[in-house]
C-alpha cells in the first residue's frame, strides 16, 4: 500500500486520542490513587517478574512531563502509521511493542525500571521513514522527509546519553520499526500477482 494517510482518517484520529486518553487516565491513577507505585511495573532488566513491563512499560509514565514530552510524537506518529488500515497498524504497533520491551529488558541497566511510550514513538518514527524505500513510494518518501527534517532531531535520542532516559527502548523500538516496515511491504507484495494485480479471493499464481 502506497497511502500517506489513513483510509479513515476520523476513525483514526479518534482511535489515537482514545489511546491517548487512556495514557493519561492511567498516569492521573498512578499518581492519585497509588502515589507513582504503578512505575515499579515497568520493564525491569533480566528479571522474570520484570517481563510484566514488556506488557505495561509503553502505559505508564515517571510523571506528567514525562507524559506530555510524548504525547505529540504519539498521537502523530501512531496517527500516520495507520495509513496501511487498522490491521496492518495492530501489527506493527505489537511488533514495536514487543522487541522495544525485549530489548530493554536485555540490555538495560541492572536495578533499572523503565517505562514510557517513547518506545513506540520511535518505532512509529522508524517505520514512516522507511516504508516508503520498501514500497518504492516516492510519496511515503516524501512524507518520511518532512518528518525527517522536523523531527529528525530525536535520533540523537537511539545514543546513549542522559541516564535517565533509556536511549535502549528508543534504539530497539527504531529497529522494530524498520523490521515492521520490512515485513509489511513482504505481506503487500504477496497479495499481488507478479504482474502487480490483486489476487482474487480463492485463487493462487504460480
Do not use: C
Not at 492511567?26 to 517478574?49: K, M, N, W
Not at 512499560?57 to 504519539?74: E, F, G, K, Q, R
Amino acid at each position: 500500500m502506497n497511502r500517506v494517510l489513513p483510509p479513515r482518517p476520523l476513525q483514526a484520529a479518534v482511535a489515537m486520542v482514545a489511546f491517548t486518553a487512556l495514557l493519561y487516565v492511567i498516569e492521573v491513577v498512578d499518581a492519585v490513587g497509588f502515589h507513582g507505585q504503578l512505575d515499579q511495573y515497568g520493564v525491569q532488566p533480566r528479571s522474570v517478574p520484570g517481563l510484566l513491563g514488556v506488557v505495561f512499560s509503553p502505559l505508564l509514565h515517571a510523571n506528567y512531563a514525562h507524559l506530555a514530552s510524548n504525547t505529540l510524537p504519539v498521537l502523530l506518529f501512531g496517527f500516520l502509521a495507520m495509513a496501511g488500515g487498522l490491521a496492518q497498524w495492530i501489527a506493527v504497533t505489537l511488533t514495536i511493542w514487543v522487541v522495544s520491551g525485549l530489548g530493554v529488558w536485555l540490555t538495560a541497566d541492572a536495578g533499572s525500571v523503565t517505562v514510557g511510550a517513547s518506545g513506540l514513538a520511535f518505532g512509529w518514527l522508524a517505520f514512516l521513514l522507511v516504508r516508503g524505500l520498501f514500497n518504492r513510494s516516492f510519496k511515503q518518501i516524501a512524507v518520511a522527509a518532512v518528518l525527517f527534517f522536523y523531527w529528525g532531531s530525536l535520533l540523537w535520542g537511539l545514543l546513549p546519553g542522559n541516564p535517565a532516559i533509556s536511549w535502549q527502548g528508543h534504539l530497539f523500538g527504531a529497529l522494530a520499526g524498520v523490521l515492521a516496515a520490512w515485513l509489511a511491504a513482504r505481506a503487500g507484495a504477496s497479495t499481488r500477482t507478479p504482474t502487480g494485480t490483486p489476487r482474487l479471493p480463492g485463487r493462487t499464481t504460480a
